[in-house]
């Protein structure tokens, strides 16, 4: 919720609502304080955690490398103040 947005981006959500798109996670559409509109994604690593963990970290490094190349029609993800692409 609020604390792990605020924990791992640094945004400090005003409003927080559920996002009633996608298939099999659970998708938050929120605002910070300067009325800026975010989306986050919340996913289940399964059961083999750390293996779910290396290639969600792996598919957002490449969706990110792909935006960083030029491509404006990929949407990547905000890594978070420590770097990485995902919180978990």
Same mark, same amino acid.
């Given at each position: 919720? &609020?604390? $792990?947005?605020?924990?791992? =981006? ?5 409003? +927080? %609502?559920?996002? *009633?798109?996608?298939?099999? @996670?659970?998708?938050?559409?929120? &605002?910070? $304080?300067?009325?800026?509109? =975010? ?5 289940? +690593? %399964?059961?083999? *955690?750390?293996?779910?963990? @290396? ?34």
């Amino acid at each position: 919720g &609020r604390g $792990a947005v605020e924990d791992g =981006w640094g945004v400090a959500a005003c409003s +927080l %609502g559920d996002g *009633p798109v996608g298939f099999g @996670r659970h998708h938050w559409a929120l &605002r910070d $304080a300067a009325g800026v509109r =975010w989306f986050a994604t919340v996913d289940r +690593l %399964g059961v083999a *955690p750390d293996a779910s963990r @290396r290639r969600l970290e792996a598919a957002y490094r490449c969706a990110v490398h792909v935006r960083n190349t030029g491509c404006e029609s990929v949407i990547a993800p905000v890594p978070t103040m420590t770097g990485t692409n995902a919180r978990t």
